[in-house]
């Protein structure tokens, strides 16, 4: 073999032992949805699909869960290594959610909405939430909110009717006028608006009437933050890349997604991605970057769970979720 034969040879077995080397690196790291894949959760399948974990190191996979409560558990347990958390959820989980910190906020806005239609209740205002029939659960600390959130706008949160039904049939309850109103995530409206055709479906969005509180954001445990500060911050950088491009490429983000989770239909996708702008992109998320949170705010949404939720046992703090220095030196802004 000619010399030069034998250098490529070399430089070839090199590179090759270098890539398996760099491969033999990438760092596992399971992260769990607040619910099934939908399209509101395009983000993350972005980050994924146009490589930003595994330009961190990162060997990223994404699991669904039944919602909030099962994510939190499996995050504590160890099922996952970090979370799609529900901070209102965790405050009211009490001590069993206490080891669970949030390293960076996704919804600077609550998505919580009062479902209604026109013609029908057409809730727009506060006000009219005063004796309004209202499809929820009695076991969710869902309707404390709504009475939290009456009481702030000097309505009585006593006359709200809480109607208990199944989460997967108040969508065709109201439909069908059985029940005047429903509690549902603002990212429901593109498949509510499927389902109603004779009427148009309202959204009182909570966030846009003076509930200012924090809702879904990055969460791990304390146990895994100390040992793993470095995947922390990758994994928030290049998922933060993904909240970015998704909300800014709508269309190209739904596709990625559907790479992932096919059974979803790509045009809701794309809405629930629009939607996703009201409750992620801030003026202060405009300035200081996606994942961005303040003590001032939690200590808001801290307490505002603390007073208007039944919380057996100890109490959780502002203090103990919440542990800054995780966010990107350089802030991920919205495009």
Known sequence: MSMFRRLVAMALGTGLTLGSAAQAQERDVKFVLDFISLGRHAPWYVALGKGY????GLNVSIQPSKGTADAIRAVVSGIADIGFIDIPSLVASGAAGGAIKIVAVNYQKPPYCVFSLDPGANITEPKQMAGLEFGSSTSSFLPRIMQAF???????????????????ARVPMLAARKVASVDQFIMSEPSIRRAVTDAKPKCL???DHGLEIYSNSIGTTEEYLTKNPEVVKKFVRASLRGWQFALANPEESAKIQLQYVKALNPEIVVDEINILKRVAITPEVQKNGFGIMSMATMKKTVDFINDNVEITGEKLTAEQIMRPGYLPEKPVLPQ
């Open 53 to 56: 974990y595994k330009e961190e």
């Open 205 to 207: 969005f909570l966030g």
């Open 150 to 168: 009456m009481a702030m706008h000097g309505v009585d949160g006593k006359t709200l009717k809480v109607v208990n039904i199944d989460g997967a």
